[in-house]
């Protein structure tokens, strides 16, 4: 019989330049410095304390440090270099005396180092931050340099290891004098990376950067290349996060000029710039800021006393019918009718109707805008209604704050942006004031679902929820302009999104949720459905997932992916680094946990990489382990979907519970098809609520067969 496999031995091979390879067993329990020793040795080399192993591969340079080296597996092949301290400090002297020559090898070495958090801590400790610091603040280097003395501060201050407070302003007024004059694209792209981190980390640094960054400095980024464009739209998009709210507008009115619209349009839309998940990212955070400038007047109820709002309704009215022909009745009783005919609820005091909030005094801001822009359109949406009989009115008043409400749920305004979310709608990009466009296209959508419903008051919910899912499901197409917008609604008529609703089954009948016969058919296959949810989920994780890297900090680190994903025997999680797009097999992937070795989920502020964080994420969880070196695996789900899938995949594999919202969605889905097959040979008869009594007894059993 073979002897029995230690695990903790893997067949590897270790280079060095002009070395002869070395193959060896590498015993995971057995420390570093031995093996290292051991290596030195093969090689003659004295000193083996200046050298440390490093891994070899593309993507992956890192030195192997205790915490690390369980990423090692068969085959693997290591590099023996001189240590992070002898390197750092190699370095630093090439830096201090070198030649032009050895300086600029030097800082192209430091530049791919710096990624490494074990090197980057010798280097700072070493003082090398502050060597280059002195070195930006000093001018002493340009061109590729130059770049790379930037790209290396930005890479070790990524890591979080120092403070981004201790920049002075002669740093940052340097790094400024970067993005406002011509650079090549690496220092510009640098450049911009430094000051976002300024304005987002540094307690000081914000109104420096507003001060010296002008806006149209910017602007003239977004048509560089697709890295420096993406830096540049970053950039923007934190100034407007520490902005005030006057200085917030002033900002949003420049980005909305006719100008700036232009280069977007034609430099980053056009061009498939945003095509890329952090572009498309940035341009949804740039998005949500600009719509949550509307935030305000969506929770501002009217006051009795504004003079603007009261100002504002008496125009609506003017504009509707000082222009029929005939002036209007002057005196109360006129304007009583003519609000009754805007389709006020009150039409008494139509202030009252904009107490409400959300949405507040901006429904009443959308109306106007639709009646100053496209008096037209308004003249003749409130015209046709106040024709009408009265029970077939669309209330343009009630439907307009309806709608405006509507929209900004759908749109999310006031909320935060998402970490994750890589959703925007080009549309926003296209016009001025795009939310109010927006409502003007979706009203007079409203006004003609209603007519082709021949909806009365009483339907005025249903409608609305019509006309809900008729923009949400304009806005998946992602149209490109207002007018793509327009033309899709159109063709999503009230007939349309009624057989929409039938195919999905969005409507269930009532008897499915209460007949006796039926529930305890549920219960009966429920189990069963629980197996195929269960099954779907680990073949989710056995598909894997790419998730976004995130800093000790918790903060979200750009362009940096890693790839997690089950083995097909449900036994072992594989994880490690990825590219944007890569989807590394099992055997790609450097790192494993046994799943015996999870010992509990976590979700959400419990998770380690999320503790001290003034907001929780709330995609984030973590695989709390034991038995292993690493305590935890922690992660963020790129969207909510895979959030669900994740954890009820770690939950089941652990003998937990599936416990998310995808799940019960799942189950309601899977049940309700699963029983209306079973059901289909009941068509068409009437299943009672309570299974029919039990007839009594017979009095005498003289009808049985005797058998004798």
């Not at 048509?223 to 520490?242: C, E, F, K």
């Not at 009252?352 to 901006?362: I, S």
């Not at 083995?567 to 994880?575: D, G, Q, R, T």
Request: aromatic residues 6%; contains cysteine.
């Amino acid at each position: 019989m073979p002897p029995m496999k230690d695990a903790n031995i893997v067949k590897i091979a270790v280079e060095m330049t002009d070395q002869v390879p070395q193959l060896i067993e590498f015993n995971q329990k057995q420390p570093l410095a031995g093996i290292i020793q051991e290596l030195c040795n093969g090689w003659n080399l004295t000193e083996p304390e200046q050298y440390a192993l490093q891994f070899n591969e593309n993507n992956n340079n890192n030195y192997i440090t205790e915490k690390n080296r369980n990423e090692i597996k068969n085959g693997s092949v290591l590099r023996l270099q001189y240590s992070p301290s002898k390197t750092a400090q190699d370095i630093l002297l090439k830096l201090n005396t070198g030649s032009p020559e050895e300086k600029a090898t030097a800082m192209n070495k430091l530049s791919i180092l710096s990624a490494d958090i074990t090197f980057a801590l010798d280097f700072i400790n070493k003082q090398g931050l502050t060597l280059l610091i002195k070195q930006i603040e000093g001018a002493k280097c340009k061109g590729t340099v130059l770049a790379h003395t930037l790209l290396s501060f930005v890479e070790l201050m990524e890591h979080g290891i120092v403070s981004w407070d201790i920049l002075n302003g002669e740093f940052i007024s340097r790094v400024a004098t970067f993005v406002n004059t011509p650079q090549e694209s690496q220092v510009t792209q640098a450049a911009l990376s430094i000051l976002e981190n300024v304005v987002l980390n540094s307690t000081e640094g914000y109104g420096q950067v507003e001060r010296e960054i002008p806006i149209g400095s910017l602007v003239s980024h977004l048509q560089s290349t697709p890295v420096v464009q993406q830096n540049a739209v970053a950039l923007i998009n934190a100034l407007l996060s520490r902005a005030d709210i006057v200085k917030r507008r002033t900002l949003v009115a420049t980005l909305t000029s006719k100008q700036v619209r232009t280069v977007i349009q034609n430099s980053i839309l056009q061009t498939g710039a945003a095509k890329g998940n952090e572009m498309a990212h940035q341009l949804y955070v740039l998005q949500t800021l600009m719509l949550g400038l509307l935030e305000q007047r969506k929770m501002t109820k009217m006051d009795p006393q504004d003079q603007d709002g009261h100002d504002k309704i008496k125009e609506l009215r003017r504009i509707a019918f000082e222009t029929e022909g005939a002036t209007s009745l002057r005196g109360p009783s006129g304007f009583t009718r003519d609000y009754k005919k805007l389709g006020f609820k009150n039409d008494i005091n139509p202030a009252l109707d904009f107490t409400e909030t959300p949405p507040g005094l901006l429904a009443l801001d959308c109306m106007i805008y639709f009646a100053r822009t496209h008096p037209e359109n308004y003249t003749k949406l409130v015209l046709e209604n106040s024709c009408r009989a009265d029970e077939h009115e669309c209330p343009f008043g009630r439907a307009s704050v309806e709608l405006v409400r509507i929209l900004c749920e759908i749109l999310k305004i006031g909320e935060p942006p998402s970490e994750q979310c890589v959703t925007y709608q080009p549309l926003f990009f296209t016009h001025d004031h795009p939310f109010e466009e927006c409502f003007c296209i979706c009203i007079v959508l409203l006004n003609k679902t209603w007519k082709e419903m021949r909806a009365t008051a009483e339907d005025f919910q249903k409608v609305a929820s019509v006309g809900q899912e008729q923009i949400v499901r304009a806005l998946e197409t992602t149209p490109a302009s207002l007018d793509q917008f327009k033309s899709k609604l159109h063709t999503l008529t009230y007939n349309e999104i009624t057989q929409l609703w039938q195919l999905e089954r969005n409507t269930r009948e009532e008897w499915e949720s209460h007949a006796r016969p039926v529930v305890e058919l549920r219960e009966q296959i429920t189990p069963e459905i629980m197996g195929l949810i269960k099954q779907q989920r680990l073949a989710f994780l056995v598909e894997g997932t790419r998730f976004t890297k995130y800093s000790p900090r918790g903060q979200r680190i750009k362009d940096k992916f890693w790839y997690m994903r089950l083995s097909p025997n449900h036994k072992v999680l594989h994880y490690g680094d990825c590219d944007e797009k890569s989807a590394p097999s099992t055997e790609e992937l450097q790192s494993k946990i046994a799943v015996c070795d999870i010992r509990a989920l976590q979700v959400g502020r419990d998770c380690p990489h999320m503790k001290g964080r003034k907001a929780s994420h709330q995609l984030a969880f973590s695989l709390a382990l034991e038995g292993v070196d690493l305590q935890s695996l922690d992660c963020v789900a790129p969207d909510e979907q895979a959030l669900a899938y994740w954890t009820d995949g770690i939950n089941s594999l652990i003998g937990q519970r599936m416990q998310s919202k995808e799940t019960e969605k799942d189950l309601d889905t899977l049940l309700s098809m699963e029983i209306k097959l079973r059901l289909l040979d009941a068509e068409g008869v009437a299943i009672p609520q309570d299974p029919p009594p039990i007839p009594p007894d017979p009095p005498h059993y003289h009808f049985c067969y005797d058998l004798n």
